[in-house]
């Protein structure tokens, strides 16, 4: 069975774009969740969706934002990029919410890069 | 709001010495609680994780962590080094009543000599 999977790997992008990144859970699965890592504040979360629907957010600002798909594929978006965007972005996904029963499972991340 | 602390940002060992790397949680109730391992350039791995179901929990690659509720912590040890348990660990907590939002410690880097 296949891992999860994000996309890109690797983007590049200047200060005040936008970037969408992709992540496809393993087969099955309906939660989804992102987190942000960084060498200063460490892993984050930032939201979690669960059939389509947003069950928790973390203390990001709007600029961040997200969705799930009916095939329970994830995109996040981050509008007006900031050099503090700069991270690396994971995509954990699981059978269902509650991940104290459910193991839930991480993609490789998305490594951004705001120049 | 519930926090996780580990102790040591890096931690060195030789090869075939014991592993420890420390974690303490906050919370006035004892909550879920995981340890991850994060190889370069790759995502989160579970090593194992504590539901209440038993105190020593046994996990992936001879690892093991004991939930200590009078000291709040949840160490991971491992008997004996390996050069491939070279990696960075992270202690992790989930409230029941989080879904699946994890909060992490800041991470303790393992290094393993020859």
């Known amino acids: 069975k296949a891992g999860v999977t994000q996309t890109p790997r690797y983007l590049i992008k200047t200060r005040g774009q936008q970037v969408t990144l992709s992540c496809s859970p393993i087969s099955g699965h309906r939660s989804v969740s992102w987190y942000q890592q960084t060498p200063g504040q460490g892993l984050q979360f930032l939201f979690e969706y669960f059939s389509e629907t947003q069950r928790n957010k973390g203390n990001f600002p709007g600029r961040f934002s997200g969705r799930q798909f009916s095939n329970s594929r994830s995109e996040m978006n981050v509008s007006t990029l900031e050099l503090g965007d700069s991270a690396l972005y994971l995509c954990a996904s699981s059978l269902v919410p509650g991940g104290f029963t459910d193991t839930q499972y991480f993609g490789p991340g998305t490594r951004l890069t705001v120049l | 709001a519930q926090s996780v602390t580990q102790l040591g940002s890096h931690v060195s060992v030789s090869e075939g010495a014991l592993v420890l790397l420390r974690c303490n949680y906050s919370?006035?109730?004892?909550?879920?609680l995981f340890w991850y391992v994060q190889y370069p350039n790759q995502g989160l791995q579970l090593l194992l994780k504590y539901t209440s179901a038993a105190t020593l929990v046994k996990g992936i690659n001879g690892f093991e962590a004991e939930f200590k509720k009078s000291e709040t912590s949840f160490h991971l040890t491992k008997p004996s080094a390996h050069m491939s348990d070279a990696a960075e660990y992270f202690c992790a907590v989930i409230h029941n009543n989080a879904g699946n939002m994890l909060t992490f410690g800041g991470g303790t880097r393992l290094m393993v000599k020859p």
């Open positions: 919370s006035s109730v004892p909550p879920y």
